[in-house]
């Protein structure tokens, strides 16, 4: 699923020594169904992690060798959340992500809905060709690549426990839903993505036809770099054409930071409208 988001920085995912569970042997969703009345459909043997995360990373690697690129929009809805939990005033602002000199770049575009005030739209305006000019003479990272991240199901195939549960219905396609968290033992994290990771338990949902992850629950099941148990993020992707995009992300964070600062906030990103992007377009001045 994609992993690269216009979100408050949260390096997460999944990080020990892979232990497989599943179902008694031969046993599969199918058959359980046809114990209920439903003989007419067809048997599904249930995969065990190892052989799901492998499909996933194959499947995310040859779209990944696919290169297509996309434009798309974004809508953001903000919202503070008191001690309670309940969210004060929403705020949405929406965003374009374009091409600028061969990379994806973010500009605002709607603030509630409306077209930008003039200081404002001024200010998107300056940001625009001043990154347009370090590009120009900086050059800046790869075109725009809306993909699986395969990093994060290589730290859930190697750190942590899991299992697969059977079979949901995701987006209305068959999907397998795999549970997974940290194994116990005494870990130290490279950096603060790892230590992010192993303060998480993941539940990953499996496409049965692509094989893709096409939806995740991750929740913070204690702290670490600030984040407090009970911060969670879930994400959804959706096919269009040949490519799994991201659709849906909400994002749920109580974070405790230096100086007594607490901020507590929910995020809600829709992503849409994308359009393939010819090879080699730029987004120039007039």
Not at 80 to 107: C, N, S, V
Not at 110 to 116: A, E, F, M
Not at 166 to 187: C, D, F, H, L, Q
Request: a neutral charge; proline letters at 5%.
């Amino acid at each position: 699923m994609v992993k690269k988001l216009w979100l408050p920085v949260l390096l997460f995912c999944a990080a020990a020594t892979p232990v497989d569970a599943q179902a008694p042997p031969n046993q599969s969703v199918r058959a359980q169904d046809n114990a209920a009345g439903t003989a007419d459909l067809p048997a599904y043997p249930i995969p065990t992690p190892t052989e799901l995360l492998a499909r996933a990373k194959a499947a995310q690697k040859a779209q990944d060798a696919r290169g297509w690129k996309y434009t798309y929009r974004e809508d953001n809805d903000t919202s503070d959340l008191e001690k309670d939990g309940k969210a004060t005033t929403t705020t949405r602002k929406t965003y374009e992500h374009i091409m600028l000199e061969g990379a994806e770049y973010k500009k605002l575009l709607l603030i509630d809905g409306q077209p930008l005030d003039t200081k404002t739209q001024k200010k998107v305006d300056a940001d625009l060709e001043k990154a347009r000019a370090e590009r120009k003479k900086h050059g800046f990272g790869p075109a725009i690549s809306r993909s699986f991240n395969t990093s994060d199901l290589d730290l859930v195939d190697r750190f942590f426990e899991k299992k697969v549960i059977g079979e949901e219905t995701v987006a209305g396609r068959k999907a397998w839903r795999m549970e997974s968290e940290p194994k116990a033992g005494n870990y130290k994290p490279a950096d603060k993505r790892g230590e992010q990771a192993l303060a998480t338990r993941q539940i990953l949902w499996f496409d049965q036809q692509d094989g893709m992850e096409i939806k995740e629950h991750i929740e913070f099941i204690r702290a670490a770099t600030g984040f407090q148990p009970g911060s969670t993020i879930d994400m959804e992707s959706v096919k269009i054409g040949d490519d799994w995009l991201t659709d849906n992300v909400d994002f749920r964070f109580d974070v405790k930071l230096m100086l007594g600062i607490h901020p507590r906030a929910k995020l809600h990103s829709h992503l849409y409208d994308y359009k393939r992007f010819a090879v080699d377009s730029r987004l120039t001045s007039e």
